[in-house]
């Protein structure tokens, strides 16, 4: 099993939307993830309109890749770039330390981490 940035097994993110690179709920990764969707993110509105205008609409349903379309309050592992690009805009939405892949360390500092941090409530 993968581990999370805090060393422990990685926990999922969320089934409801079902998120992630394998739809499976974690926020786990491999080499054909070319996004690395490895962060796990809690929507906001104002992070849902910095995404869309960067050309990632994550609000508008996307049946055919069975995408329901996300709104404020949901988890969505995220790609770490565009994470990044947020905490740059300072748009950054809040994350779940247990929900994001180990991975995400070797980019972005754990002490930046740590300051987005919200209690995994999943």
């Known amino acids: 099993m993968a ?3 805090l060393g ?5 993110c969320s089934l409801n939307p079902v998120t992630g690179f394998y739809r499976n709920g974690l926020c786990d990764t491999c080499a054909d993830d070319k996004g690395l ?3 796990c993110a809690v929507m906001t509105d104002e992070f849902l309109k910095f995404s ?3 050309g990632n609409d994550l609000s508008t349903p996307a049946p055919e890749y069975q995408f329901p379309g996300l709104k404020a309050g949901d988890r969505w592992c995220l790609c770490m770039s565009r994470w990044i690009e947020a905490l740059n805009a300072d748009v950054a939405p809040d994350i779940v330390l247990e929900s994001c892949h180990i991975s995400v360390t ?4 754990i002490e930046v981490l740590k300051k987005y941090a919200v209690k995994n409530e999943l």
């Open 52 to 54: 869309a205008e960067a």
């Open 106 to 109: 070797e980019f972005i500092d």
């Open 3 to 5: 581990s999370n940035v």
């Open 37 to 39: 969707h490895t962060v």
């Open 8 to 12: 422990d097994n990685l926990q999922p």
